[in-house]
């Protein structure tokens, strides 16, 4: 590695010749791999994680959800939120994360305190909030933010209208012209329940997708995040059009949404990529059970034990991620010139014995727990398990004080 990209990659012995006075780094027993891309999460809300846990998705957001962020969503409640979720990120090999929610600037302030990569969503919704009065507000703050932060080198930026239930159509339209001009991903919630697909076909007389079709919002910047129940058209609609699937598969079990067609996406040529999804409906922002869930659930849906095979799984969770942010030129492969985004896991743990196959072994059996080591840009965020980095040093108080905030919003 040198000024924070992958120089080199070789041969141990001819890197001890060619690199003679470069700083050296055994790890004898361990796996390097690209970082985990996080390609979808409200990382805010990890200071939500448990609060209404087993209820069914709309009376989980109305009842519980809605009214705790209504009533303490601000700056500080996303600057804390997001820098708990990012010491719980780095410690489970996640160097970068897709991020959608209030706040922004909140969120990749801290984002950059820890020293990680993220894509903030420019979030646009209809309802106003304690952030935007309107969809207007919401795009003129977001690109304020972007237009502040577009040089900072861990930094990157989505159009992010939250779902087609709570997004009109004019508000679509402005967004497709913006990504069309500004050259940015859009990334939003599509076909996550099926009551979201009998909603939109009443209300506009065609399911999400079609509807997104019609405004020029299926194209290769589209994000599609959880698309759980899609017909066999849709799938080769996005295909066609070049564009990203997220999967969530933690979220959906958890939430009951369904399970989506990963396999026929996959075979239709469709670039997926994996996400957690906020640790709210989760409750783990790790990639390790992701990575595990999305091939073992692909393969039960398909009755096909070949289907989203180790290397494919692990894949999305790298490459895939990078390619569905605009990012695969930067990250998401060990490749000279690509940015030192690198994460090593420990080989020696008795569960881990014997291993056959590496990548086998980071999808099927290692976890987040084997993680020892965490570069980010060449810098190194994680030692021996150990978050390098003093803005996590008072997070046990903060969360004290979070806890005992919400704390009247739990249970059922």
Known sequence: MRDGNIEALLPAAQARARFAGYERIALDEHVLFPGLVNAHTHAAMTLMRGLADDLPLMRWLEEHIWPAEKRHVSPQFVRDGTLLACAEMLRGGITCFNDMYFFPQAALESALEAGMRSAHGIIVIEFPSAYAADAADYLRKGLEVRDRYGDEPLASFCLAPHAPYTVSDATFRQVATLAAELDLPVH??????????????????????????????????????????????EIALLARHGSSVVHCPSSNLKLASGFAPVAKLAAAGVNVALGTDGAASNNRLDMFQEMRSAALLAKALARDAQAM????????????????????????????????????????????APCYDVVSHLVYAAGREHVTHVWIAGELRLLDAELQNDAFARLDTRMALWQNALGSLAGH
């Open 309 to 352: 095979p180790a290397h494919a799984a692990l894949r999305a969770a790298t490459l895939g991620g990078a390619q569905a942010l605009g990012l695969a030129e930067r990250i998401g492969s060990i490749t000279p010139g690509k940015a030192a985004d690198l994460v090593a896991v420990s080989l020696r743990a008795p569960e881990l």
């Open 188 to 233: 939003v919630h599509v076909h996550e329940t099926e009551d979201e697909v009998q909603r939109s076909v009443a209300e506009h007389g065609v399911r999400p997708l079609e509807r997104l079709q019609r405004l020029n919002i299926v194209t290769p910047n589209l994000i599609a995040v959880h698309a759980v129940h899609l017909s066999r058209e």
